[in-house]
């Protein structure tokens, strides 16, 4: 299983990015995916979920109206595009999946700061 995040960078508070994490060494129209995210000195949490077959969204409350997951089967890719974006967003966004183990990706920055 490898998960390869992408697309973080340095945004101005209100800003926007999408985040891509492209998949491979399993069934990815099988899996659920999620996007977690850890901000300095906390534990990582739980941001973003969607089923297999893209059907179904949850979101934690701090961002839920902001953010949007979505995948592309056919490109075993999922998305997180992250919208009106704060400061308290900053962090290391990693996206996860089940294959009888949870794995994760190696993450990819998010700072957002003016």
């Known amino acids: 299983v490898q998960l390869v995040e992408s697309g973080g960078g340095l945004v101005q508070p209100g800003g926007s990015l999408r985040l891509s994490c492209a998949a491979s060494?399993?069934?990815?129209?099988?899996?659920?995916m999620d996007w977690y995210r850890q901000a300095p000195g906390k534990s990582r949490e739980f941001v973003a979920t969607i089923t297999s077959g893209g059907g179904t969204t949850n979101y934690a409350g701090s961002v839920k109206g902001r953010f949007t997951i979505s995948r592309d089967n056919a490109k075993n890719t999922v998305y997180l595009q992250m919208n009106s974006l704060n400061v308290d967003d900053t962090a290391v966004y990693y996206c996860s999946t089940w294959v009888a183990r949870q794995y994760w990706g190696q993450g990819t920055q998010v700072t957002v700061s003016s």
């Open positions: 060494g399993f069934t990815f129209r099988w899996s659920n």
